[in-house]
């Protein structure tokens, strides 16, 4: 419960009158047909049944007092009345008498809302100025807090809200109608740990988006998103960048120690990234549909979309160049074709100690020609686990190619160990590696790690060098092929359609739509 406490100073009147000894009210009835102020006074108190009633010259005193303090607009009558009667003057004074009032839950306010609240003042023992004893309260959380967020309705209002972060705070903000930046030159919004912002889109959409600079920050809508960002469309975004790490939605979603979100973010346009070479490649050469690189244990990418053409020197994914740290993309789908020089993946390029799950990739997912050999794959192109990395319930019918290993799913795993694909669907029609053999249908080269119940297209073209092996159906790798465990995982290839291979591994049809020729994501269809 929270207690909010404020102080309010109302006047009171008090009476300074030296002691009368003639008889007041025949004084008064003497002088109550007077053509002024004084007459008028007279007139209106000998009318008055309760100053009639009063016997005592202290209790007449007192009554006409206590009417100038309600009626301030009489005191300058009362003032002479007493000139007259006494040869006194008779003081009006203001003091000040303290209230203390105590608000209780302000929280459970609406918000949204403006609350009025009257107070009227009334008191016992002192004479109250009625023309002073009220007050009004207008109650409203302060804006920027989760119940009140700041609205985003303009362009001036996108442009800006970076400056309303705050050190220590997290800012909670609403886009209220569809914007466009067409000829705005966008400067990323730079949040942090300690100036972190919750964005709700409101279902509304961003229009042309254009970031195009050799700034030493991450780009896109934002440079580095530590909060969380939902319900937003961005329509014809193009992100050109040479310097650091590019998305759509941001160049770097989360922090080690502070998760960053996202939900129900769809995003199309162009990414162009050519930083990326030397020994900083992996620092600052990732480029993804929603975001380069996704950072922290609870760091998500949930029910998200792109379909972004995406070209890059060095890593690019879908929708991450990058996952780490233990974050998670779950139902997510990627629709663009993915171009680098190195290593790329339908949905996450690559791929560290991290979770992507009942995702789905088409297009082309091309590493070649390469200016450094590494692996392609459908969903993940490089996975390093350090110590895990899962892939699951995931499908892909992306072209995929690369100098080096390529899979319908992953295209190579980094450590022995550590690493599991499971329940997975390889629908592409054609994979290619210009120079790795171990390549596979569901994953290139696998060593030790685990995988089951996977099932691929029987059609797939697979041409893996000049030394393509016989592609045999194997529900788990071959982890006796070679002395360091499996060259390839192909998985089954014993389904006619993707949709009995979905429906044979079980698949939730809660999430996936299954009444099509491919699988979909129910959420999609909403």
């Known amino acids: 419960q929270t207690n909010h406490y404020c102080r309010i100073l109302f006047p009171a009147l008090l009476l300074v009158i030296t002691p009368i000894t003639v008889r007041l009210k025949k004084f008064i009835a003497n002088n109550k047909d007077r053509d002024d102020m004084v007459g008028d006074l007279c007139s209106d108190l000998m009318r008055d049944k309760k100053f009639k009633s009063l016997h005592t010259e202290d209790e007449q005193q007192e009554f006409i007092m206590i009417v100038g303090n309600i009626h301030e607009h009489i005191q300058d009558a009362i003032i002479q009345l007493f000139k007259e009667y006494s040869g006194e003057e008779v003081v009006f004074e203001e003091e000040e008498e303290e209230v203390n009032l105590r608000f209780h839950d302000l929280g459970t306010l609406d918000g949204s809302k403006k609350y009025v609240l009257g107070l009227k003042l009334v008191s016992d023992d002192l004479a109250v100025n009625q023309e002073k004893s009220t007050m009004t309260f207008f109650l409203q959380q302060k804006q920027g807090e989760i119940d009140n967020p700041y609205t985003v309705a303009t362009t001036s209002d996108l442009i800006t809200l970076g400056e309303k972060l705050k050190d220590g705070k997290t800012i909670y903000a609403k886009i209220e109608n569809d914007i466009d930046l067409q000829g705005v030159d966008w400067q990323p919004i730079e949040t942090s740990v300690s100036k972190q912002l919750v964005l709700d889109g409101g279902g509304h959409t961003i229009r042309n988006l254009k970031v195009n600079t050799s700034s030493s920050v991450n780009q896109g809508f934002f440079g580095l998103l530590v909060g969380k960002c939902s319900n937003i469309n961005f329509e014809n975004a193009q992100i050109t960048a040479n310097t650091k790490m590019a998305g759509i939605l941001a160049g770097q979603v989360g922090a080690a120690t502070s998760p960053g979100i996202v939900e129900n973010v769809r995003v199309s346009g162009t990414i162009s990234l050519t930083s990326g070479t030397g020994a900083a490649a992996w620092d600052n050469g990732q480029a993804g549909g929603i975001c380069a690189r ?69 297009g082309l997912a091309q590493a070649f020609p390469m200016k450094v050999a590494n692996p392609a794959g459908g969903i993940a192109g490089f996975v390093d686990p350090s110590p895990t990395a899962v892939i699951s319930y995931c499908y892909s019918d992306c072209e995929v190619s690369a100098q080096n290993q390529v899979g319908g799913i992953m295209g190579f795993a980094n450590k022995a160990t550590g690493i599991t694909v499971t329940h997975c669907v390889a629908w592409n029609q054609k994979l290619f590696s210009n120079g790795a053999p171990k390549s596979g249908r569901i994953c290139g080269r696998f060593n030790k790690n685990e995988a089951n119940n996977c099932y691929a297209n029987p059609n797939m073209e697979c041409r893996f060098s000049a030394n393509t092996p016989a592609i045999v159906d194997e529900e788990i790798p071959d982890y006796g092929a070679q002395t360091f465990g499996a060259d390839r995982y192909n998985g089954l290839s014993t389904m006619s359609t993707p949709i009995d291979a979905a429906k044979a591994l079980s698949w939730d049809e809660a999430i996936w739509n299954l009444a099509g020729e491919k699988p979909g994501l129910v959420w999609m269809l909403d």
């Open 294 to 362: 996704l950072h922290g244990a609870d760091s998500k990418i949930h029910q998200c979309t792109s379909a972004t053409d995406i070209t890059a020197v060095w890593c690019a994914g879908g929708i991450c160049g990058e996952t780490r740290g233990g974050a998670t993309i779950s139902q997510c789908s990627s629709t663009g074709d993915i171009v680098t020089e190195s290593c790329v993946g339908g949905i996450v390029g690559r791929m560290l100690y991290s979770i992507v799950t009942q995702c789905y990739s088409s």
